[in-house]
């Protein structure tokens, strides 16, 4: 047998001895050991998928604000009193912390791949991540530590593409990390040259340097950190190509980088949950649409159907679909969903007022257990001491709760903002003052609204409340509930009234349908429908 010499001899040597001994492959690995590997993954993907399943009741996004804003010292002590302690023993059975990722690769954690935030300038003055750090113990090591010692799940969240850098505001100079100043091809744009879609800071991930950071930032938490997953937050901001940047959908090669992106964190998580003997979990926050995720160039139905991702949440600034049509997606490939409910962002007071409220954070609850959804996702919203925290988590706390059900909390004026012609994914019935509807006479105007709870049974106090502007008269609009004439409407300050029978109220989707008397010379605009749902309090 000819040895060969120089560089690569000896592993040339390794090549032929495992041609020609038995039970050896050309890798050096015996058939005993190619079956161990093996048995391993098998059993790590057992392990896993038993992980995504667990229970989460309520999945508390925290986006890492506390050190940074709030602490006037930096203890442990202060640090999870600001909004962890408090949750402790209620319906949230997970926290997903996001350390900072203001700014693509600026953390709160001791990186050493990306940019640490030590920024102490006006707004930023009580940041105290760099003294956290000086003690040994940043601030993903102390919520991580106090997550296990309480039987909480932890994940950490990333932020894929945050943009906050760019939108202006007085601390948009201090986030624009190093790495756009030195690489600005890196980006989608420019401050002078800015995109149609989204905002100019955005990082281009069509640029391998770009994937192959957003890598290496998961992975260096992977291995030092003992988290039980990592959340990729894609919608914090949704913007990864330039094409889509400048109002054009990503192609099959975009949606490819993108997936072997997904695919080669999904092997690193799974090497390093088999070294520690316990799987790393991945999850993604997308659009509740295929269509749009597509159009951004994620595709997540390939990553499902691929097994490449653990847990789905869905929908942030916006929501295309009812959220069963996304949990009917996700229940396919094996895939637990959970639906993200996020502050309303609708700029009318009346509105925001109805929608900022307990009530209708309860109410949108209970549309997402009535949608067979595996559990609900909570998204800016910190107050440790509220009582959502024991409510919004089970139907059954939820039952007997006064509710207010509208069409959507979240709002739609953004969806075009985000995407060129977004709204041609937007699948649902929506009524707000951002997309009122014009009453004309003898030309009925449905509106859909789900309601997620039996009605009957309780028989609880309920009132549609119809804002009408430029109504005169609450008789010369006739309203139909499920085919069904409503009476008795009362006007006032733009809001018609009706007290309404438990009964007419179903579980599920309710249509309302306002018709115009064709005798009537008003030119009413519906701006909102609110069906508050009270209990008499014993």
């Known amino acids: 047998m000819k040895v060969t010499r120089g560089i690569g001899g000896i592993s040339a040597v390794c090549v032929a001895l495992a041609v020609c001994l038995p039970g050896i ?7 005993a050991e190619r079956t161990a590997k ?32 709030y602490l006037d010292k930096a203890t442990r002590e202060a640090f999870l009193k600001c909004r962890t302690t408090g949750v402790v023993g209620t319906q949230v059975d997970t926290i997903v912390y996001c350390t900072w990722s203001s700014g693509f690769g600026v953390f709160t954690h001791n990186t050493k791949v990306g940019q640490v935030f030590t920024c102490t300038a006006e707004g930023f ?16 090591k102390i919520m991580v530590d106090y997550c296990r010692k309480n039987d909480i799940e932890i994940f950490w969240s990333m932020r894929m593409n945050d943009t906050h850098d760019a939108w202006g505001g007085w601390y948009s100079p201090y986030l624009f990390p190093k790495l756009k100043k030195d690489h600005p091809e890196w980006l989608v744009g420019s401050k002078d040259k800015r995109p149609k879609c989204g905002a100019w800071s955005a990082v281009d991930f069509s640029h391998h340097q ?8 998961v992975e260096e938490v992977c291995q030092n950190y003992d988290v039980d997953g990592v959340m ?11 094409c889509h940047a400048w109002g054009q959908p990503a192609g099959p090669e975009e949606l490819d980088k993108m997936t072997s992106l997904i695919r080669r964190i999904r092997r690193m998580a799974d090497q390093e949950g088999a070294k520690r003997g316990r799987p790393i979990l991945i999850a993604t926050r997308t659009p509740d649409s295929v269509g749009h995720a597509k159009a951004m160039g994620l595709d997540i139905v390939r990553w499902m159907k691929d097994g490449l991702i653990d847990l789905l949440v869905v929908s942030g600034y916006f929501r295309l679909n009812p959220w069963e049509t996304t949990v009917k997606l996700g229940h396919q490939y094996g895939v637990p969903v959970y639906p993200c409910l996020s502050e309303t962002r609708i700029k009318d007071k009346q509105a925001h007022k109805a929608r900022a409220s307990l009530e209708c954070y309860r109410a949108r609850a209970a549309n997402v257990w009535a949608s067979g959804a595996d559990g609900v996702y909570l998204f800016n919203y910190f107050n440790p001491n509220s009582p959502l925290w024991r409510q919004l988590g089970d139907p ?8 207010v059900y509208t069409t959507g909390a979240r ?24 997309r009122p509807r014009k ?9 859909e609204l789900p309601v997620g709870e039996d009605l009957g049974a309780a028989a609880p106090k309920i009132t549609l409340r119809l804002r009408i502007d430029k109504l005169g008269d609450a008789k010369d609009v006739s309203v139909k509930l499920n085919d069904q004439p409503m009476s008795g409407g009362a006007l006032k300050d733009a809001w018609v009234e009706y007290a309404l029978t438990p009964t007419l109220v179903k579980r599920g989707v309710n249509r309302f349908e306002f018709t115009l008397n064709p005798a009537s010379k008003a030119k009413p605009v519906l701006q909102d429908l609110l069906l508050w749902v009270r209990y008499e309090k014993g």
């Open 25 to 31: 492959s050309a890798n050096g690995a015996s058939a």
């Open 125 to 140: 003055s009580k940041n105290k991540t760099q003294q956290f750090i000086d003690q040994g113990a940043d601030v993903l």
């Open 396 to 403: 059954k706390t939820l039952a007997g709760l006064d509710k």
């Open 411 to 434: 709002g739609i004026s953004v969806i075009n903002r985000w995407m060129a012609g977004g709204m041609r994914f937007f699948k649902r019935s929506h009524l707000s003052p951002e």
């Open 232 to 242: 990729l937050d894609f919608l914090r901001h949704p913007l990864y190509f330039k």
């Open 210 to 217: 770009i994937r192959d950071l957003a890598f290496e930032y």
């Open 38 to 69: 093996a048995t391993r993954q098998d059993d790590m993907k057992r392990q896993r998928k038993k992980a995504a399943h667990r229970k989460r009741r309520i999945i508390f996004d925290n986006d890492g604000n506390e050190p940074v804003y």
């Open 439 to 447: 009453l004309e006479p003898g030309k009925p105007v449905t509106v």
